[in-house]
């Protein structure tokens, strides 16, 4: 249950961190980042533990994901992408419910119907052809919502940045998730394994990018990070909302 739990949250946290990686390539000329944050106290141990998951991932998951990009077609994985992207429209919707965003929860509603009936169980993503916004959610930024501080950001073994609002929004965010509740296990775990490499491969070109970048990494990914959880930040990039990025071109 533990192992199950910590891929769908790695999963996500990776989704998030596509937008966030974007976000980071487009910085003119990736300018240096200041180090230090008032928002991370515990900068000695995120910056060890940062190193431990980049170690990880060197050494597991960049390979498979690479190999996972090699042998699979885009248009096969663009399919893949889609599909999870689907799910995750469900549990954006009620988070959306939650907030009081009646506007966006019938959005998100009319994605998954759409994208489930005529995409092809959510292979294609039909809604956002028909200009249907997605904004994603968890349950960290419907905390946020409701007035709770982000408190310190901290690094979690394997799932990578976080705060201390969101690690506690975490065990919701395992319950809500669709495949949470899917059997038999074998088969949620085939789906959890193919959701996670999918993602990393996603994010090949973009962490490349970013590693060959002149910049302290840490710092970038930390504030860019703080910035994407603040809902306020994201309601300035409500335009984009809808749109899904591609980082294979």
């Not at 946290?13 to 180090?35: I, P």
């Not at 900068?43 to 940062?50: D, P, V």
């Not at 009646?102 to 005529?118: I, P, Q």
């Not at 408190?151 to 965010?173: I, N, W």
Request: charged fraction near 20%; aromatic fraction near 8%; hydrophobic fraction near 40%.
């Amino acid at each position: 249950m533990i192992k199950k739990n910590m891929l769908i949250a790695l999963s996500a946290r990776r989704a998030g961190s596509a937008l966030l990686l974007a976000a980071g390539m487009a910085l003119a000329g990736c300018a240096s980042t200041q180090a230090t944050n008032p928002q991370d106290p515990y900068e000695g141990y995120n910056r060890a533990m940062t190193s431990f998951n980049d170690s990880m991932d060197d050494a597991v998951l960049k390979p498979v994901a690479t190999a996972y990009q090699t042998v699979t077609p885009q248009p096969l994985r663009t399919g893949v992408t889609n599909f999870f992207g689907n799910l995750g429209d469900l549990w954006s919707m009620v988070n959306h419910a939650l907030q009081g965003n009646g506007e966006k929860t019938y959005n998100h509603m009319v994605r998954f119907t759409t994208n489930t009936v005529l995409g092809l169980g959510g292979l294609l993503d039909i809604a956002t052809e028909m200009q249907v916004a997605r904004d994603k959610q968890d349950f960290g930024l419907t905390l946020a919502t409701w007035g709770v501080k982000p408190g310190p950001y901290l690094v979690l073994p394997f799932l990578g940045p976080s705060t201390l609002r969101d690690t506690v929004a975490l065990p919701a965010d395992w319950w809500g998730h669709p495949m949470d509740s899917m059997h038999p296990v074998s088969h949620r775990n085939t789906l959890l394994g193919l959701r996670l490499v999918n993602t990393r491969a996603n994010l090949l070109n973009a962490t490349d990018a970013l590693d060959a970048a002149s910049l302290d990494r840490y710092a970038l990914m930390r504030d860019l990070y703080l910035k994407l959880r603040d809902p306020a930040s994201r309601q300035q990039n409500d335009d984009n909302a809808g749109r899904v990025e591609s980082f294979d071109d």
